[in-house]
C-alpha cells in the first residue's frame, strides 16, 4: 500500500502560534500609536456641526426644511476633534430667532462669537458658509373665492356654462404660511374630475390641495357644494343673398350665380329668434384688394348668440369689362 504524503502547505501550531503574537503586538503599537497621537493638541479639521432652531413654533411656521447643521473648521485636541467629527454626544448649537419671518438668512458673522463659546475647549477657526439661508413665515389665516379649475373638467361638444357658477360655501378659509397662502391670490382652486360634462350640475366635491404644500396648509372646509347650469349650441347653416356696394356699371363677378353659404352655431335658446333674421352677404367695391381684383365677403347682421361664423367662399373674384 503506497504511503500518503503529508501537505507541504499546511502551517504548523507553532508557527500560527507566532503568527498571533505578531499580529497582537502591531495591534497594540498601532493602538498605543493613536491612543497618543489624539492626546496632542493644534489639530485641524473640517465638521458638520449640529444646528438647531428656536423660535415661536405656535405662530410661524418653516416653509423649507430647515438646515441642520453648518460645516465649520475647527483645531484643538484629538479627542475633541473626533468627537465633533463623528457628532459623538455634542448637543447642537442653538440659533434663536425672536421674529423668524422677518429675515430669510444669518450671517455666519453673526454665528462665530457664540458658536465659538460654545464649542470650547476646541477652537473655532471659521465658517465655511457666508450665510444660513432658511424661510420661516408667519402662521396667517386667510379666506379665499373657490372657483373651477379648468384643467379639471371638461364640457361635451358644443356646451357652455350658462351664468355664474354657484359655490356653497362662497369661501375657503385656510391657515398657514402666509406667503403661501398670498400665491394663491385671493382664489382657490375647485377641481371637478368631471369629463364632457352635458347637463346641469350640483354636487359636492372635495377640495384638494397640491401634494407639496398639503402637509404646511390646513383647510376649515373639507368640500364644497358646485352647480351651474349649461346650454348647448346647435349647428346651423343659411344660404345668403348678394348685396353690392359701390360697384360701376363696369365690374361684375366672375361668378354672377354664386350663393354664399353660412355656417355657424346658435344658442340653443335662440332658435326662434334665428328665424326671424334676414341675413345677407355684402360685397363693398370700396374693400376690394386691387392687387388681385377680389372682395371679402361679410356677413349682416351678426347676433351675439351666434359663434364660429363661417362663410363659404370667403372671397369673390371681380371682372372689369
Same mark, same amino acid.
Given at each position: ?10 502551517? !504548523? *501550531? ?9 499580529? #497582537? ?31 415661536? @413654533?405656535?405662530?410661524?411656521? $418653516?416653509?423649507? $426644511? ?23 454626544? %455634542?448637543?447642537? /448649537? ?6 423668524? !419671518? !422677518?429675515?430669510? /438668512? ?6 462665530? @462669537? ?5 464649542? =470650547?475647549?476646541?477652537? #473655532? ?8 439661508? /432658511? ?9 379665499? =373665492?373657490?372657483?373651477?379649475? *379648468? &384643467? ?11 351664468? &355664474? ?12 404660511? *402666509? *406667503? ?15 369629463? @364632457?360634462?352635458?347637463?346641469?350640475? !350640483? ?5 384638494? #390641495? ?20 349649461? /346650454? ?45 333674421? %334676414? ?14 381684383? =377680389? ?27
Amino acid at each position: 500500500m503506497p504511503e500518503t504524503k503529508k501537505s507541504s502547505w499546511r502551517i !504548523s *501550531s507553532k508557527k500560527i502560534s507566532d503568527l498571533k503574537v505578531v499580529v #497582537l503586538c502591531i495591534l497594540a503599537a498601532t493602538t498605543f500609536w493613536i491612543l497618543n497621537a489624539l492626546n496632542k493638541d493644534n489639530y485641524n479639521t473640517i465638521v458638520d456641526y449640529p444646528i438647531q432652531w428656536e423660535f415661536d @413654533r405656535t405662530n410661524y411656521i $418653516p416653509v423649507k $426644511p430647515l438646515p441642520e447643521s453648518i460645516q465649520i473648521q475647527i483645531s484643538g485636541n484629538g479627542w475633541d476633534l473626533l468627537r465633533k467629527y463623528f457628532n459623538l454626544n %455634542e448637543p447642537p /448649537f442653538s440659533i434663536i430667532l425672536a421674529e423668524p !419671518s !422677518s429675515r430669510k /438668512f444669518i450671517l455666519s458673522t453673526e454665528l462665530k @462669537r457664540p458658536l465659538g463659546e460654545f464649542i =470650547t475647549p476646541t477652537q #473655532l477657526e471659521s465658517l465655511l458658509e457666508d450665510s444660513i439661508h /432658511f424661510q420661516i413665515d408667519k402662521i396667517v389665516t386667510k379666506s379665499l =373665492t373657490p372657483y373651477l379649475d *379648468s &384643467a379639471g373638467y371638461s364640457l361635451g361638444k358644443n356646451i357652455e356654462i350658462d351664468g &355664474a357658477v354657484l359655490f356653497t360655501p362662497n369661501q375657503i378659509t385656510l391657515t398657514g404660511p *402666509s *406667503s403661501l397662502l398670498e400665491s394663491f391670490e385671493g382664489k382657490f382652486p375647485v377641481y371637478l374630475n368631471e369629463n @364632457r360634462i352635458e347637463k346641469n350640475f !350640483s354636487r359636492q366635491v372635495p377640495l384638494e #390641495l397640491e401634494k407639496k404644500i398639503e402637509d404646511l396648509i390646513q383647510i376649515q372646509e373639507t368640500e364644497v357644494e358646485v352647480s351651474f347650469s349649461v /346650454f348647448k349650441y346647435l349647428e346651423g347653416n343659411k344660404r345668403l343673398k348678394l348685396k353690392k356696394v359701390n360697384f360701376p356699371r363696369t365690374v361684375t363677378l366672375e361668378n354672377e350665380e354664386l350663393i354664399p353659404i353660412l355656417s355657424y352655431l346658435v344658442d340653443e335658446r335662440k332658435v326662434n329668434e334665428l328665424k326671424e333674421i %334676414e341675413f345677407e352677404a355684402i360685397l363693398n367695391y370700396g374693400k376690394r384688394n386691387r392687387e388681385d381684383s =377680389t372682395i371679402q365677403v361679410d356677413v349682416v347682421p351678426k347676433p351675439d348668440f351666434l359663434k364660429d361664423l363661417k362663410i363659404d367662399p370667403i372671397q369673390v373674384k371681380l371682372k372689369y369689362e
